[in-house]
């Protein structure tokens, strides 16, 4: 009898475990790669954020400020023109990244699409944002 | 030392105190620097001529070679336009001309403080100028030769205070003498003897910000455009006069813009002889209408508008003013003012009336109650006193429809012979008015069709007294377009029978169409005034203007489409059912969610300036050698180049804008004010604009970089001649005139040194009591539009362009900071846009500005449909637009929303509180739109007399104007002695501390003493 209760113990437990595992597989997913990077404009010290969704293949680079800003102010409508969409893709070790508007590469010339370069086991994005003071340089490297 | 010490304690204290008041100052100042600038005469640069450069400068030149001859031509052509411009309405059993001879000096008396003080114009952007030498009445009537009462002219002068009009709107107090008070100080003997002729001068002013009211005022009913008791009581004092024969004739005169209500002004029983519509005159105007009255002038004019009997005939009476959207207070998040909906956002008119504007509406109703036997609720006669078009004159002129030819490229030639039937010589005015089919169609797709529409005009040279002349006219196939907003929502030709209507004015037009359709009106018409013509449908000929397809850009200021609710509903006036349509009360419309987020929302541009990653235009960008504006202008030689070099399109404009930087472009949007910003780095001058149509009212020397400042004219001081009112010029049906209206002000432009003239005024004369219709030119848009394009032509020939405003719908003053203007897109179309229309399309009208009124629920600057699409689109304009005054309307953050939509410059200085600056990134749509805006500015000043005085040689330098010197100087001043005083404290506490001691230089004669 205890030998039974053990096994049907042990089987719910694995059948609980075994659902647990599809429910993840399921409703969860990878978790998405970060790029992350540091720059400094109009005194407005920024961080950048690269995010790479796994399931749909798109990206979102967003930008904040290091300090404390006013929701919807000023340095906020800045930062939020600072932001770019697109999708990527992964292959051959190498991230593409294509943006919905085009922005510079390391040559200054308008593209949508950017490669990933890697050194000592991290990616690099870099890329230029055109605007009012020339081409903003930004750089997001994985951990 | 307790004295030394008080000194010190108010030293401190009244320098610290005087620091901040001029550090305050200079910065209050130096924000408003451009207002400053205006009030002081001074600008922030200077253009630097090389030594020994002898190149031509003038790209624009002067005609004259002083001031003083330019100012005697002035006066010169601001006479001429009053007299073709006066409209003689009435002259009973030819009361005039009243001939004065040295022989028979004809001796009169002049009634009214307006004897001393008329209405030389308005009040407001286009007030007259403090000319000094403007022609009173006094002296206008003695120099035509009549002897005036002085008694009478005496008594006006010395209670002149006691009399004077007071206020304005509902405030206004007409006043002036009663006529116990008049024959208290001046005994009827002495009228008696000057009684010749009594001549009663009622003057009404409009101006900026305030409409005439209907109520409040002390006119009769409290209507502003009715006798007051006064006047009133003068006119019957002179009845009396006139009928024991002690007054032989009385002479009204209409010196009022507007249209005065005839029930009221003209009463047999004040027993009026003639009357003499004469508008605003201007600096010379009473010479003008001296001599009409003597007869040495035969009055010409004919009335650009319809004066009504009584108002409340006019559809559009019912619909002006001050509304109230109901329900406003539901909505918490809209703003209120002390308890009350704020005007901003809570007021709305709508134009019921639709296109029936003016004779379109009388008209209209007149022909159709003909036709169908009968309206009950329409007699013309009560309605309309004196029709548009109207205007009598010394002689009698009889007109024949000799020809119309097809010329099959769009165009008909209509040929008319005018011949003087009577003993004396004048001029007349012709009118061709248009009838389009009014068929099935148009009733289906609701297409208002008025009866007439004015499709073409011209003015004879003098007449001899049985003479005769042929004037052909040319009128355009696309003026018979009805505009269908419901099925193919554009332009269209009705299919059907056109006729081409010759009339003496449009009433009489009228009763020739009914001849031609063989009914009879009130008056017998003439059928041979009549040729008809059929046209087909046609939906595809009119659908592109300038490049752009037309088709419905207004939807959303149409109430019905708009709100798509049974409460908040409007039925337009129709033909199809006068009565049943007539207004018989303001719309009510209530506040709903979906428009108050939308009045909101404009606040914001969060809400309506969205990131769009569009590619951004180059900054900065200079490949060889710079490329400066007036290198666009001039060759490497000196040598003027062709306009095609620096043409809006021309690929120049490319290389030239890569080379400004984001700092040098927002600089330039962001500094307005009835000027532009100089940019040294190319060589950009500051341009000054003058404020106001009717001529230029600051002293020549205004801008360092006129003509008369450069030239060292010894009568730089003076004012230049101040013009009639603009519905006085539309009243000639004289393009010439309009010419020499806008080549006079040109000229004072040169010689001022103003690159641009905030006008002409192009709102239409929608209803009698509109505040600023002495700017603007008539009821009718066709009329409007046309003396309009010949004005801005000869005003940008000398260099000065045209800011056509108020664009678009500014035709009432009362809460225009916001107003929501409700209308249907033909009415949009056919009656308010169209005269802006042509005054680009034909004119090529450079820039315009933005009314401070709404388009529905749109602030017009922030219009898109309205400022891209129609007017750079499909009018074509080239230049730029600019808000109407910025501080009264709006607030820093919303000009990028302007920018967005198409509106590219503040009338203000925003620079501090630079909205761009937070668009430096992501919103390229709105970094190409301010590029477009500066390609516009710069566009506007090449083709400017900005230029005059800059040769490639020169230089424009940044300066310091002498005030902020002065101020800098003052700050400086204030700081030293402030920390001197601070110093000397600091001194005085640490001795009193112990911390220093006085030395001691000779311990008896300089002991310092203790406390």
Known sequence: ?143 | MKTKKLLCKIGVVVTGILLGVSVTVTAIMVENKTAVNNFFNTTEYKIVTAEGDTSDKEYFKSRFDNIKDLRAAGKAAAQRVEEEGAVLLKNENNALPLTTSAADKKKISLFSISSIDPAYGGKGSAQSGSAGDQVNPLQGFEQAGFEVNPDLYEFYVNNRSKYAREGRGENALIKDAPWDEIIAAVPESKIAEYGDAAVFIVTRVGGEGADSAYTGTDGEDGNYLKLSANEKSVLQGLARMKQSGRVKKTVLLLNVANQVECKNFLSDALDIDAVLWIGSVGITGFNAVGDIIAGKVNPSGHLADTFWYEHNENPAYYNFGDNTYENYSSFAFLPSLNGEPHAKYGKYVVYQEGVYVGYRYSETRYYDSVVSGGDANFKYAEAVSYPFGYGLSYTEFSQTLDSVTDNNDGTYTVAVTVTNTGSVAGKDAVQIYVQKPYGELSKTRKIQTPVLELVGYAKTKTIAAGGSETVSITVNRSDFTSYDAEVDKTYILAGGDYRIVLGENVHTAVNNLLAFEEKTGDAAGDKTKVKSFNLDYDNTSYTVSNGKTVTNLFDDANVNKYFQSSENKVEYLSRDNWAGSFPSGGVKLKMTEKLAKTLIAQDSPAELVEKDDAEYPEYGKIKGKRIRLIDLLVDENGNKRDESYYAYDAGIWDKFLDQLTWDETIELLNTGLRCTAALPSVMKPGTVEHNGPLGVTSAYRVNPNGLATRKGDPDSNSIPPYYPSVGVLAATFNEELATLFGDMMGEDAIWAGYGGLYGIGLNIHRSPYGGRLYEYYSEDPFLTGHMAAAEVVALQNHGCNAYIKHFVLNDQETNRAGLGVWLDEQTLREIYLKPFYIAVNEGGAMNAMAAFNRLGATHCPANKALLTDYLKGEAGMKGFVVTDMYAIGYSPQQMPIFMAAGCDLPDGEIQKLNPYQVYKYGYGELAQNMRDAAKRIMYATVKSNSMNGISIHSQVNRVMPAWRIALTVLDCLCGVLFAASAAWAVVLILYDKGMIKAKRVDSNKNQIKGD
């Open chain 1, 1 to 143: 009898m205890k030998k039974s209760v053990k096994a049907i113990l042990i089987s719910l437990v694995l059948t609980l475990s075994l659902a647990v595992g599809i429910m993840f597989a399921a409703c969860g997913g990878n978790d998405p790669v970060t790029f992350t990077g540091e720059g400094s404009f109009m005194n407005i010290d920024m961080n950048y954020n690269l995010t790479l969704e796994e399931e749909d293949k798109t990206f979102e680079f967003v930008v904040t400020s290091k300090n404390e800003i006013e929701e919807n102010g000023p340095i906020s409508q800045i930062l939020k023109g600072l932001g770019r969409t697109g999708t990527y893709k992964f292959e051959n070790d190498v991230y593409t990244l294509t943006f919905s508007k085009p922005v510079k590469d390391a040559n200054n010339e308008d593209t949508t699409t950017i490669a990933s370069t890697k050194a000592d086991g991290k990616y690099t994005i870099a890329f230029g944002i055109k605007g009012g003071e020339g081409t903003l340089k930004i750089s997001v490297t994985t951990k």
